[in-house]
């Protein structure tokens, strides 16, 4: 099962750095699978410094300003207990994890990561169609380099009348936040 949430690492400087995910889970819940590119950040710190944090979180703002980098003031973290690490303190579960193996023989990098320590910090209050929304536009975000422009566009329209017919303010915010993302990435392009 995939999960969607953020990872924090550790920077060469001891910084948190904060990247949504979406990580494999075992069925035993004790291993997790991610798969960075190669080119990424979370790739470079993890392979320097092999332990982190992913997070389950229903703020989307978070999920969508992390897809694209630019998450601005950290939210509020806490160090980890048993990894080196931050935790984001308003998310709703934490799982602290070890790298066990590293392997870069495809395109993605497949980390098969140990988990040490998982823990409820509040209740997840679900998502709606707004918030399953929003997180479709922050992963098709991380793609806008790789789909098809066209591709992009339609699945942001059709998101967007999700987001209007059933958002918060929270929601809202987040789905303009991408669209502005995409108009930004769409002028950098051309010619």
């Not at 995939?2 to 990580?23: N, R, S």
């Not at 994890?97 to 497949?110: G, N, S, W």
């Not at 975000?141 to 789909?147: G, Q």
């Not at 942001?156 to 209007?164: A, E, G, S």
Request: glycine content about 6%; charged content about 25%; aromatic content about 6%.
């Amino acid at each position: 099962m995939i999960l969607e949430g953020i990872v924090t690492t550790t920077t060469p400087d001891g910084t948190p750095h904060l990247a949504p995910m979406g990580p494999r889970i075992n069925e035993a819940g004790r291993r997790l699978l991610l798969r960075p590119f190669p080119s990424s950040k979370t790739f470079r710190y993890l392979k320097r410094f092999p332990t982190g944090v992913f997070h389950l979180t229903d703020d989307v703002l978070l999920l969508a300003r992390a897809a694209v980098g630019k998450i601005g003031q950290l939210p509020a973290l806490r160090p980890a207990l048993t990894v080196p690490g931050s935790i984001i303190v308003d998310a709703c579960r934490i799982i602290e994890f070890r790298v066990l193996t590293i392997d870069e023989h495809e395109p993605r990098i497949a980390m098969d990561c140990e988990i040490v320590r998982t823990e409820s910090l509040r209740d997840f209050i679900g998502f709606n169609r707004a918030k399953n929304a929003v997180l479709e536009a922050a992963i098709l975000a991380t793609r806008f380099s790789i789909l098809d422009p066209s591709e992009i566009s339609n699945e942001f329209r059709k998101l967007r009348i999700i987001v209007d017919k059933t958002a918060g303010e929270r929601e809202l915010e987040a789905m303009a936040f991408l669209e502005n993302e995409w108009s930004l990435y769409q002028g950098n392009q051309r010619p």
